[in-house]
């Protein structure tokens, strides 16, 4: 089984930052994706951002430029600097991955549990 715990969420102001910590624990053989999405009450959850184990990166056009996605593969960790945050920015946000699992021949996606980011004006 595998599990994915996030850290760095809370409380900010306006214009300020966070970085966000994701890291995968099980039985894993690798992780090709991990990424970060986001939900506020009554609505889709949304992709923020996502990194293969590789080079390859996926923003969404409204986090561009703000928000950066990066990797520790060797601690299967996954992280996200956000930058000039804003109250629009203010959600529940989750860790993603797809994981390569000995007991599986396919990949299985996992979910965190969410970490709550406030941006206050």
């Known amino acids: 089984q595998v599990q994915l715990v996030e850290s760095g969420g809370g409380l900010v102001q306006a214009g300020g930052s966070l970085r966000l910590s994701c890291a995968a624990s099980?039985?894993?053989?690798?992780?090709?994706?991990m990424g970060w999405y986001r939900q506020v009450p009554g609505k889709q959850r949304e992709l923020v951002a996502r990194?293969?184990?590789?080079?390859?990166?996926n923003y969404a056009d409204s986090m561009k430029g703000r928000f950066t996605i990066s990797r520790d593969n060797a601690k299967n960790t996954v992280y996200l600097q956000m930058s000039s945050l804003k109250p629009e920015d203010t959600a529940v946000y989750y860790c993603n991955a797809l994981v390569a699992i000995p007991t599986s021949l396919t990949r299985v996606e996992v979910w965190g549990q969410g970490t709550l980011v406030t941006v206050s004006s």
């Open positions: 099980g039985r894993i053989l690798s992780i090709p994706v």
């Open positions: 990194k293969t184990s590789g080079i390859t990166t």
